[in-house]
């Protein structure tokens, strides 16, 4: 329906997979899409933190860990205990992942009416570079025929600015 997204601030689509977005003075080019330059607001550094774990599964775990412990050292069995210090380790476990969630980096194109489109990559020094390199684009006023070309896949984010038959990759 029409209305669904009528009041949310952002419409943000995150592409994964290899893409190449070719940008020229006129053009924002990736996959079937076609942008006017002129209508592609900014680019920018998206970072996204992940908590993989809910508070719920962690709590359960601690209670399971207290439960088995406090049992075995109780009933003075080895099983019992054995599996208490397991869940032990799977606890400790789980809370380091959760304390240390996973990053998400990407290259977020800001389009009209608050749209943007997010490409993922591991890669955050390629996507910083990409980033400082499309701003000496959009400001130099020389050759109108330059293109930029930015390869952005899971592990690695390039650029390479030259004419359409001579990229050079930064």
């Not at 990409?130 to 025929?145: K, R, V």
């Amino acid at each position: 329906m029409a209305t669904d997204n009528l009041f949310n601030k952002s419409a943000d689509e995150i592409i994964k997979g290899s893409n190449i977005i070719s940008i020229t003075k006129r053009t924002v080019r990736f996959g079937s899409d076609v942008y006017q330059f002129k209508n592609v607001t900014g680019f920018g550094l998206f970072i996204e933190s992940s908590t993989r774990i809910p508070k719920i599964i962690l709590n359960l775990a601690t209670l399971f860990t207290a439960i088995s412990l406090i049992g075995g050292m109780t009933a003075q069995t080895s099983g019992v205990l054995v599996v208490g210090l397991f869940s032990l380790i799977l606890t400790i476990v789980l809370y380091s992942i959760n304390n240390n969630p996973a990053k998400i980096y990407g290259l977020k194109l800001y389009l009209p009416a608050n749209e943007s489109k997010i490409f993922i990559s591991q890669d955050d020094q390629g996507i910083r570079n990409i980033i400082a390199n499309l701003y000496e684009f959009m400001e130099t006023e020389d050759d109108i025929n330059k293109i930029a070309t930015i390869t952005i896949d899971q592990r690695h984010a390039q650029i390479g600015i030259g004419y359409a038959e001579n990229i050079n990759p930064r």
